[in-house]
């Protein structure tokens, strides 16, 4: 089984930047699509940005971070990378990673087939 291990969280200001990285444990973690999440106190894990499995050629970012935040891989690193520009307070929260073990390498929006969690990241986005 592929575990996660969610790196880069901080604490940073308003308009600042952090990127994220997701490392997988195994080399079939490539043939996953990857999702991001965000989880805020008293909410649920919501998507922010997924990729897909393999060469990673298809993407999908929830509108409130569309053209701030991009999602890549790095398949020989077992690596999936979060880069988040222009962050703002809304972005904070703790930052997890999970596979999609159901839609074989597809980009699934939403919650569906995501599993094997990341323990999470913290991000904190401050004046």
């Known amino acids: 089984q592929v575990q996660l291990v969610e790196s880069g969280g901080d604490l940073v200001q308003p308009g600042g930047s952090l990127t994220l990285s997701c490392l997988g444990s195994?080399?079939?973690?490539?043939?996953?699509?990857v999702g991001w999440f965000r989880r805020t106190p008293g909410k649920e894990r919501d998507l922010v940005a997924t990729?897909?499995?393999?060469?990673?050629?298809?993407?999908y970012y929830v509108d409130a971070v569309r053209g701030r935040f991009t999602i890549s891989r790095d398949n020989a690193k077992t690596t999936v990378y979060l880069q988040m520009n222009n962050l703002q307070p809304e972005d904070s929260g703790t930052y997890y990673c999970?596979?999609?073990?159901?839609?074989?390498?597809?980009?699934?929006?939403?919650?569906?087939?995501?599993?094997?969690w990341g323990p999470g990241t913290h991000v904190t986005v401050s004046a």
């Open positions: 990729i897909a499995g393999r060469r990673g050629l298809s993407t």
């Open positions: 195994e080399r079939s973690f490539e043939d996953y699509a």
């Open positions: 999970a596979l999609n073990l159901q839609s074989d390498g597809v980009p699934v929006a939403g919650t569906w087939g995501y599993d094997n």
